[in-house]
Every structure is written in C-alpha cells, then in structure tokens.
C-alpha cells in the first residue's frame, strides 16, 4: 500500500492549487480517504475527507474553499484548495485504511500515511 501526494507549492494568499493523492496496492473505491495537514509548530488538523461511496466531508476551516473528489480510473484523490490563506500554510498528508468504507473519527484510525507535500500560501 502506498500514498503519493504532489501539487503543493508556493501560492499567495487568495490563490488556488490542487493537491493530488496517488494510492497503490488497493482500491480507492472501497476504502475511504482523509486529507491532514500540519502548520508549523502545531499539530494534525483533519482537513476533508472520502468514503467509498463518494460522500464527502469538510473541516469548518476549509468549508466552502475546498473541495475533495475521486478519480476511479486513475485510483487518485484530490484536493482543491481555492481562495487561499496564509493559514493554510502546512504539509499536507493523505491517508487511508484499506477496506475501510467509512471516514473515521480520528485521524489515527488512519494506518496508512503519505510522505505530504508542502503547500505555502505568503505574498
């Protein structure tokens, strides 16, 4: 099982950029898929999340600026962030666990984790 982010950079403020989440060794289709990120000095915020069947959920920092979506074909989740904010700025991780349909509750249900990809948001 592997996770691959890409797409973070560096972006100012009211700029977009789309994060993707490249998964290998399952199926995204039967296992749901949560976006974390980490601001420096600061701990592992749940950002958005997936389940299998598509439904989809936001974390009220991001409600209306994100939008998370799946592509079956490519296996590959993604993560568009718009009118950012230099509060965004964080790594930004996805993470899975395989068979699990479901969002969890808690980010540590997740066993699954990428190496995150850094997203920057300063003028």
């Not at 979506?69 to 296996?75: G, L, P, Q, Y």
């Not at 991780?93 to 969002?103: D, E, F, L």
Request: proline share 4%; net charge neutral.
């Amino acid at each position: 099982v592997q996770l691959m982010e890409s797409g973070g950079g560096l972006v100012q403020p009211g700029g977009s950029l789309r994060l993707s989440c490249a998964a290998s060794g399952f199926t995204l289709t039967s296992s749901a898929l949560s976006w974390a990120r980490q601001a420096p000095g600061k701990g592992l915020e749940w950002v958005s999340g997936i389940s299998s069947d598509g439904s989809t959920f936001y974390a009220d920092s991001v409600k209306g600026r994100a939008t998370i979506s799946r592509d079956n074909a490519k296996n590959t989740v993604y993560l568009q962030m718009n009118s950012l904010k230099p509060e965004d700025t964080a790594v930004y991780y996805c993470a899975t666990t395989p068979g699990r349909s479901v969002v969890p509750a808690t980010l540590h249900e997740h066993n699954y984790w990428g190496q995150g990809t850094q997203v920057t948001v300063s003028s």
